[in-house]
């Protein structure tokens, strides 16, 4: 059975904190997606890697960076969190033709 | 720039009715994707349409994608509540994988 995890489900942090959201895939896909999640704005992706230590920014990419250093592994870094931040985060994988396959989701707030 | 329209947004509708969901996009492209999500989760893949005229069908839900007319079509047959979810068409950007979301259907289906 093919698997996105994401390290939390839940997470509140404080404005200014460095944040680590983690994915983790176990499909042998190349390419991984970051995107949030706002009620009314859709899904927004935020940045993109097609193959380990590449990445692509996506359409909303301000104050966040990426980190691929794995293949199975895509995090996503908000440097200092702000409360606009406050979203769900939702990554996701993409194989052979590029059918996207989504972890839980992590709802972050900033406080 | 790629743009994907979905309407209706919302829908409400009786068990036992039928429904078509339809998706509009703005530039060329062959691949298309229906994916489900229920109310606090994440999202899964539903279908795949990798050409035009492709038609895929899975229990009381059945997809369809005209790429001359760019227009893919996700029909409800009959429905039933456990149909109630946010259905969303995404559209192949033809670079590196990524896809562009449209705003989803919201589908409540009452007895």
């Known amino acids: 059975d093919v698997k996105v995890t994401q390290s939390s489900r839940y997470l509140v942090k404080r404005t200014g904190e460095k944040v680590f959201l983690e994915c983790v895939q176990d499909m042998d896909h190349e390419n991984m997606f970051w995107y949030r999640q706002d009620p009314g704005l859709g899904l927004r992706l935020i940045y993109f890697s097609y193959d380990v230590k590449m990445k692509e920014k996506g359409d909303i990419p301000e104050g966040y960076s990426v980190s691929r250093e794995k293949k199975e592994r895509f995090s996503l870094i908000l440097e200092s969190a702000s409360t606009n931040q406050t979203s769900m985060y939702l990554c996701?994988?993409?194989?052979?033709?590029?059918?996207?396959?989504f972890g839980p989701g992590t709802r972050l707030t900033v406080l | 720039e790629l743009k994907v329209e979905q309407n209706p947004l919302f829908l409400s509708m009786q068990e036992g009715k039928n429904y078509t969901i339809y998706c509009n996009y703005s530039t060329t492209s062959d691949r298309l994707y229906w994916y489900r999500q229920d109310p606090g989760k994440s999202l899964e893949s539903l279908f795949v349409?990798?050409?035009?005229?492709a038609v895929k069908q899975e229990g009381r839900l059945m997809a369809s994608l005209d790429t001359k007319a760019r227009l893919s079509t996700l029909h409800i047959t009959a429905a039933v509540h456990d149909l109630s979810a946010t259905y969303f068409c995404?559209?192949?950007?033809?670079?590196?994988?990524?896809?562009?979301f449209g705003d989803g259907t919201t589908l409540t289906v009452k007895p």
């Open positions: 996701a994988s993409s194989g052979r033709y590029n059918e996207q396959f």
């Open positions: 995404a559209v192949d950007r033809k670079s590196a994988g990524k896809s562009t």
């Open positions: 349409l990798l050409s035009n005229g």
